[in-house]
Nanobody, 124 residues
Framework: QVQLVESGGGLVQAGGSLRLSCAAS????????MGWFRQAPGKEREFVAA????????YYAESLKGRFTISRDNAKNTVYLQMNSLRPEDTAVYYC?????????????????WGQGTQVTVSA
């Protein structure tokens, strides 16, 4: 019932930046907590960042603090992930996700809706 579409992925050199976008359908976007997750080949999906419904609180994987920034524009039904100082180990498929409620926002299995993912490849 909720569709999420990621965009902005691509190939970038180490040290470069990308901004991912996730467009959500429906009128209830402002009630969802939103998250970004990533999955590299052969690895489990891992938490990247999350933001509460109003945008007032953000959460990050400890190893990504300072390089990645999550934000949202509720008027546009869109959440963003700004990625700076990219490293080859950031290479993964990045997924946007949405959930009802503002708890457990760092937990992959707590999210209700998922996008199709967008590939980010960082070359050395």
């Amino acid at each position: 019932q909720v569709q999420l579409v990621e965009s902005g992925g691509g190939l970038v050199q180490a040290g470069g930046s990308l901004r991912l976008s996730c467009a959500a359908s429906g009128r209830a976007f402002s009630s969802y907590a939103m998250g970004w997750f990533r999955q590299a080949p052969g690895k489990e999906r891992e938490f990247v960042a999350a933001i509460n419904n109003s945008g007032g609180s953000a959460y990050y994987a400890e190893s990504l603090k300072g390089r990645f920034t999550i934000s949202r524009d509720n008027a546009k039904n869109t959440v963003y992930l700004q990625m700076n100082s990219l490293r080859p180990e950031d290479t993964a498929v990045y997924y946007c996700a949405a959930k009802w409620g503002q708890t457990r926002v760092t937990i992959t299995t707590a999210y209700n809706y998922w996008g199709q993912g967008t590939q980010v490849t960082v070359s050395a």
